[in-house]
């Protein structure tokens, strides 16, 4: 019994990692398709893999078929929970592992939301006002939360958990001066209005995405320890 449970413990590590990186690869080719004008271009690192994707609507249906992904990995993930739960007896600490991966899979899934809502704004940014904002290190700052939040359950590694919650506060640095910068624009040139407004909803995903990768490593603390850090991100 113990080495069915292991084998499927396995899988489900399988599955949250797979589930992880295409949380990553939407998160990427979002913003890549947002800089992709720059000579800077996005390197998301992580070991994601980006395919440039020229045109708008190829663009879209490759995050809108990501975003099915994630909803079906969630779908695969709760079926693997549910017979670990019914099959298996698990005792008090597997139960909060198990516990602990169904309440991951509900902020991995709205990562991949988000990521969705940062694609369908893209469309409406122009290059100016890109150029003066740190939208690029914000995004790699997230995505590299989101890496190590799914990380640090896979490893049980509580101090990598602990890491991802301390860089909460890089990310929140970023929105500060993306808002900061583009109060300046729209100071320097009121016509940029519409478009500085759609960066700051960009950013403020960017921010959220954080904050869920947050509510992912506080799990894992839970999963680990049997106590809270503290509460959780709605």
Known sequence: ?????????????????????????????TIHDLLNHNAGGFSPGNNVVLNVIRDEKAFLDKVDAIEREINQKERDIESVCMKMLLRQQPVAKDLRMISSALKMITDMERIGDQAVDIAEITKFVGKGAIDRVPIKDMAAAAIKMVTNSVDSFVKSDLKLAREVIMQDDIVDGFF???????????????????????????????????????NISETVIYSITGKYHKFAID
Do not use: P, W
């Not at 413990?9 to 080719?29: D, K, N």
């Not at 100071?187 to 407004?197: K, P, V, Y």
């Open 176 to 214: 500060d001066r993306v808002k900061r910068d583009l109060i300046a624009i729209i100071r320097d040139d009121a016509s940029n209005g519409e478009q500085t407004m759609d960066l700051l909803m960009i950013a403020k995903y960017l921010e959220r995405i954080g904050d869920h990768a947050v």
């Open 1 to 29: 019994m113990r080495s069915e449970f292991n084998e499927q413990l396995g899988r489900l590590h399988l599955e949250l990692i797979e589930m992880g990186s295409l949380c990553e690869e939407a998160i990427a080719i």
